[in-house]
């Protein structure tokens, strides 16, 4: 099983947003730790459910799959941070996602769209 086919597992487990469902993950060691976007307006109707990807995310009220997964390796206290990152469910991680990758030392992400 890929790393991909890992986080399409975890998409359609824990992915709670309408617009788009994605799940990103890495390794630590042997383990793949992964993290899928969560919406908070989840029993509502998405006010961006009929907008463009990447416009007008300030109606979002959701946490990215990528910062989800930051926040939980932040939790970790890591020895080692991992090079690799792998995006299911989307072509691109947003500007704000990139960069806070990059900044947490992550070199490389590897992405395959649904």
């Given at each position: 099983m890929t790393e991909f086919?890992?986080?399409?597992?975890?998409?359609?487990?824990?992915?709670?947003?309408?617009?788009?469902?994605?799940?990103?993950?890495?390794?630590?060691?042997?383990?793949?730790?992964?993290?899928?976007?969560?919406?908070?307006?989840?029993?509502?109707?998405?006010?961006?459910?009929?907008?463009?990807s990447g416009c007008q995310s300030e109606l979002c009220a959701s946490t990215h799959a990528e910062i989800g997964l930051l926040n939980k390796l932040k939790a970790m206290k890591l020895d080692i941070i991992p090079a690799i990152v792998w995006i299911y469910g989307h072509y691109y991680a947003c500007q704000a996602c990139a960069k806070a990758l990059a900044d947490f030392g992550i070199r490389e992400l590897r992405i395959k769209q649904l």
């Open positions: 086919d890992h986080l399409r597992i975890m998409v359609s487990r824990q992915s709670t947003c309408d617009k788009r469902s994605v799940a990103a993950g890495c390794y630590v060691g042997e383990r793949f730790i992964t993290s899928a976007n969560h919406c908070e307006h989840t029993g509502q109707i998405c006010p961006r459910l009929s907008l463009p």
